[in-house]
């Protein structure tokens, strides 16, 4: 039996698709799929279909989808599959007989792949996005357990999809995904990551010019979407193409012969990183930070007590800029902070590696070594950047004793991780007065960038 979640629900048995009844019907079946192995308790069943507005007897319904259940799937001859066991049901398959463990599965894989196998890991990537029908349960998406999984699906999705995108860059096969990011950028305006990959396209299609002005369009995209400025990773970008980078050459060319004092010539070593590497120093904000005061504290309290925090949330969210305040504060007060912004070159080697010339520990050993006993605190920014970044930051609690403050879309799922969500600026009431307004951080961040800006207009 085959549960397809990447799209509308279906239920396949031997090449036949099981008809499921109606949506809340439909629904138990999801909801006891998705927690596979797991027995689901009827309280959570309840809770999931209907919300807070079951009807007056839930549970005699409910025995009732479960009876057309399993008729359903002993007529499409898959029998007991659907199980009742205290305190409620259980779904006896495999959990990699769903789509959506098939395609954390297969993501994962592809990670694994991507140093040693690269074009097996751009196949496994392509398997895995092409499980993907459709907008995730969407035939189910007004029944209360379905946003909270469809936004870490679709989260993980995008981020696939970017790690695909940076895989075919190293590939060197630019020229191929401009017109596809053209149109991811359009759709997706404030992810930065798809501008960086964007812009090392064209520049490495010899489209300097083009790859500047795309530069100019996510700088007016990030302003008028979000009031904020491109990241710093984004910035370095634009002066590594300014600045005609070798660092940003298209990987397999052949290689230049260089002389050597002997007289003798050697081959150069390939290049092909898509953006340099940039000083480990805490970034200066050029702005001020609106209603971050309680999440910045909160940052400074659990980094006192835990070796690792994760700011998370989608792209825009504000967590670089977080980090950055946590990270100035902390400096101000004396602590030693080196800040290290991720691109999607920055392999776990040489984030070490990086670390440890950060701290002045490099000293031609394994930088883990160098850095065992050490205590400083290190900010990751833009973690998701890296296929390999939860084993990385294993690596370093492992070996080390750095405390480290991560940004990153998803949590890494590693136990000693203090996870804080961070979310975009609210905008008030609809029924606000104009105190309550002009109060609001996200109204009060407009108004100050509105007032630069023209300021910056009346001085030109």
Do not use: C
Request: proline share 7%; aromatic share 4%.
């Amino acid at each position: 039996m085959d549960v397809r979640f990447l799209g509308p629900l279906e239920v396949v048995a031997d090449d036949r698709t099981v008809a499921l009844g109606g949506p809340r019907q439909r629904a138990v079946v999801a909801v006891l799929a998705l927690a596979v192995p797991e027995v689901v308790s009827t309280d959570r069943l309840v809770d999931a279909i209907w919300g807070e507005e079951p009807p007056a007897s839930p549970l005699p319904t409910l025995q009732v989808f479960v009876s057309k259940l399993r008729k359903s799937l002993a007529a499409a001859g898959v029998d007991g599959v659907l199980e009742s066991r205290p305190p409620g049901y259980r779904l006896r398959i495999d959990p990699l007989d769903t789509d959506v463990h098939r395609f954390e599965a297969g993501i994962a894989d592809a990670r694994r792949l991507r140093d040693a196998e690269p074009e097996a890991a751009l196949a496994t990537y392509d398997a895995a996005l092409a499980m993907w029908r459709g907008p995730f349960l969407g035939d189910l998406v007004d029944l209360p357990f379905v946003a909270a999984e469809a936004a870490r699906l679709e989260e993980l999705r995008f981020l696939a999809v970017e790690q695909r995108l940076d895989l075919v860059l190293a590939l060197g096969r630019h020229t191929e995904v401009v017109g596809e990011l053209e149109e991811l950028v359009r759709l997706h305006p404030t992810r930065e990551v798809l501008w960086g990959h964007l812009m090392t396209a064209l520049y490495r299609s010899d489209r300097q010019a083009d790859a500047l002005l795309a530069y100019g369009r996510a700088r007016e995209q990030l302003a008028e979407e979000l009031g904020i400025d491109p990241s710093q990773a984004l910035r370095q970008l634009e002066l590594a193409i300014l600045q005609q980078d070798p660092a940003l050459a298209a990987p397999g060319r052949p290689a230049q012969q260089v002389s050597l004092s002997d007289g003798t010539g050697a081959e150069a070593a390939p290049v092909g990183e898509l953006a340099p590497r940039l000083a480990a120093r805490v970034p200066r904000l050029s702005t001020p930070t609106f209603g971050r005061d309680a999440l910045v504290a909160e940052v400074g309290q659990q980094l006192a007590e835990a070796r690792l925090v994760s700011l998370t949330g989608m792209g825009g969210s504000g967590k670089s800029r977080v980090a950055t305040v946590v990270a100035q504060e902390l400096s101000d007060q004396g602590r030693p902070v080196a800040f290290l912004t991720i691109t999607e070159a920055t392999s776990a080697d040489r984030l070490h590696v990086d670390i440890a010339e950060a701290l002045e520990a490099a000293t031609g050993r394994d930088p883990l070594e160098a850095l065992a006993d050490r205590d400083e605190l290190v900010v990751l920014d833009n973690l998701e950047s890296m296929a390999v970044g939860d084993e990385a930051v294993a690596a370093l609690l492992e070996r080390t004793g750095l405390t480290l403050l991560v940004t990153t879309r998803v949590p890494l799922g590693l136990l000693a991780e203090r996870e804080l969500p961070v979310e975009p600026l609210g905008l008030p009431p609809v029924d606000a007065g104009p105190v309550a307004i002009a109060a609001s951080p996200a109204v009060a961040m407009f108004v100050d960038r509105a007032s630069a800006a023209a300021r910056a207009a009346g001085r030109s």
